[in-house]
């Protein structure tokens, strides 16, 4: 394998028994913690929040750096959809009368029928 990668038999021993560095000692730590502080917020927490949760561990790391190591993890976080209304009240059509005014009190069967038509699809859409 060395000879093939051109590379001395020294130098790969050397670097198999070196010890990992301080910088990568500490970033498998913050991957850790970020792992935790993940599951823990049941993957609703994104690279902000938890910047912010380790800050108040006292573990200093940025934004940028913990954006990274989630991305190296995989971790996503869940993004919740923004709320659209979805019924225009001021509009000109006419309104049905409500005939029945919430009561549903009949006497036989067939006689009150409800139903909710708000959302049909049509050829133009709902």
Not at 81 to 96: D, E, W
């Amino acid at each position: 394998m060395c000879e093939v990668l051109k590379l001395s038999r020294s130098s790969f021993y050397h670097w198999k028994k070196r010890k990992p560095s301080k910088q990568s000692e500490r970033r498998a730590i913050l991957s850790a913690e970020i792992f935790s502080i993940y599951h823990w917020s049941r993957g609703r927490y994104g690279s902000p929040r938890i910047a912010r949760e380790l800050e108040a561990k006292g573990m200093r790391a940025s934004r940028p750096l913990v954006t990274r190591l989630m991305r190296e993890r995989n971790l996503r976080s869940i993004v919740k959809k923004k709320f659209k209304k979805t019924t225009n009240s001021s509009h000109r059509y006419p309104v049905a009368e409500n005939y029945l005014n919430q009561n549903f009190q009949v006497t036989s069967s067939k006689e009150v029928w409800v139903s909710d038509i708000t959302y049909i699809r049509t050829g133009q859409g709902w």
